[in-house]
């Protein structure tokens, strides 16, 4: 059984985490309260994506903070990532877990009924539901979907779901009544001027939601 904790999913961006990087960034987020943490970066190459993922790898070693790798299946493997996570336009969810094996983690991204509904939980973990918001830091993103949509979306899904796309920590609790297990930020924490206490404030917020 894959253990894994949806609560507050830290998605990186290597040009918002500049000028502390990536791997500081996560060890920061990390001790403040973050769970899990997608590297996700379009314009490296795999070797790039290799390179930097072994260091969070290490950044992680001991924390139980899973490291989920965005869209690039090669990569996941050779760093021996915990998880992976795919678009719809991205390979199927089956080849992935044909490629991947069932140890990993496997997330899907999900903006419409049609994905919703037939994600395999034979073959997928999670999905990410979203962008709820517009969100600047993938600017290739479906249209946002809302509160409304985000609740009927993840009611279809038999997989826990955890939402993104341009949440603040004022859009938790909305969240997570719509039903969602956890959020998924990037600008939240990433180039925050301190992503421990950044994080912190988030993790908060999600328990008091919780109560």
């Not at 962008?131 to 279809?156: C, Q, R, W, Y």
Request: net charge negative.
């Amino acid at each position: 059984m894959k253990q894994f904790d949806l609560s507050l999913y830290l998605v990186l961006d290597p040009d918002l985490c500049e000028p502390l990087g990536m791997v500081e960034t996560t060890r920061l987020a990390v001790r403040g309260g973050v769970t899990m943490v997608q590297l996700r970066d379009k314009k490296a190459t795999t070797a790039h994506m290799v390179e930097t993922g072994m260091a969070l790898k290490a950044a992680l070693a001991g924390t139980g903070v899973p490291l989920i790798i965005n869209d690039n299946v090669e990569a996941a493997i050779a760093i021996g990532a915990d998880g992976i996570h795919v678009g719809q336009e991205d390979m199927s969810a089956d080849e992935v877990r044909a490629r991947v094996g069932n140890e990993m983690i496997l997330g899907l991204s999900v903006d419409r009924g049609e994905h919703a509904r037939p994600a395999d939980p034979h073959h997928v973990d999670y999905v990410g539901v979203g962008p709820v918001f517009p969100t600047n830091t993938k600017l290739d993103h479906s249209p946002a979907i809302g509160f409304d949509e985000l609740a009927k979306l993840i009611g279809m899904s038999p997989l826990p779901a955890v939402a993104i796309g341009g949440i603040k920590a004022e859009h938790i609790g909305e969240c997570l009544n719509a039903g969602a297990k956890g959020v998924a930020v990037v600008s939240a924490i990433c180039g925050q001027p301190d992503p421990e206490e950044a994080a912190r404030h988030l993790a908060q917020m999600i328990r008091e939601v919780r109560r």
